[in-house]
């Protein structure tokens, strides 16, 4: 297993990581200022994360390193970081994945004309410049957070990705999916190889 050699590799490997993550998070805000029907934006999302699901499955914690904008926020604050309160992820995790999972069709019941409409998702206007606002506040808070969670604190506590592949994941589970099977090399997650 290849590890990483030096602190000058180590550096050069979170100087990668911050330009992916500075990418995603791009990516992330032109994603939600997309006009699609509500309906659309449910089947993109689900798609999008059953592909996360199956690489963080099949590659490790890689999405949650190089990819996730809420990671990204906590490793800009990470100089903030000290653990103050550990909520139990025990219960936060499920709890997290519920409601991701039925928010839609629950916010749908409740307001059948969104379903279909052209402000995304779920009747929210994300292109509104108090939506903009928000979100910024959001990924502030997120980022923040470390001051009293630790160290991607958030996402050990709350995020339910880690659950879903933790249940998922079998000794394995198909090899050709795995980054490295394609790249012929390990890759480095963190400082240190990917399963």
Same mark, same amino acid.
């Given at each position: 297993m290849r590890s990483v050699a030096s602190e000058e590799e180590a550096r050069a490997l979170r100087r990668?990581?911050?330009?992916?993550?500075? =990418? %995603?998070? &791009?990516?992330?805000?032109?994603?939600?200022?997309?006009?699609? *029907?509500?309906?659309? @934006? $449910?089947? /993109?999302?689900? #798609?999008?994360?059953? $592909?996360?699901v199956v690489i963080t499955i099949t590659n490790g914690p890689i999405v949650c390193s190089w990819v996730c904008w809420l990671g990204a926020a906590q490793d800009w604050a990470e100089p903030l970081a000290k653990r103050r309160w550990k909520p139990n992820p025990s219960f936060w995790r *499920? %709890? /997290?994945?519920?409601? $991701? =999972?039925?928010? &839609? !069709? /629950?916010? @749908?019941?409740?307001? !059948? +004309? /969104?379903?279909?409409?052209?402000? #995304? !998702? %779920?009747? %929210?206007?994300?292109?509104?410049? +108090? &939506?903009?606002?928000?979100?910024a506040v959001f990924f502030i808070v997120v980022g923040l957070s470390v001051a009293v969670l630790g160290k991607r604190g958030a996402c050990i506590a709350f995020c339910p990705l880690l659950l879903v592949a933790r249940l998922m994941r079998l000794k394995n589970w198909l090899p050709q999916l795995r980054f490295s099977y394609w790249l012929r090399k390990p890759i480095i997650i963190n400082g240190t190889p990917a399963p």
């Open positions: 990668q990581r911050r330009l992916v993550q500075v =990418i %995603f998070v &791009a990516i992330n805000l032109i994603l939600v200022d997309s006009r699609l *029907p509500s309906v659309v @934006w $449910a089947v /993109v999302g689900g #798609a999008f994360w059953l $592909a996360v *499920p %709890f /997290v994945l519920l409601v $991701a =999972i039925f928010w &839609a !069709p /629950v916010s @749908w019941l409740i307001r !059948p +004309e /969104v379903m279909y409409s052209l402000t #995304a !998702p %779920f009747g %929210f206007d994300y292109t509104a410049l +108090e &939506a903009h606002i928000l979100q």
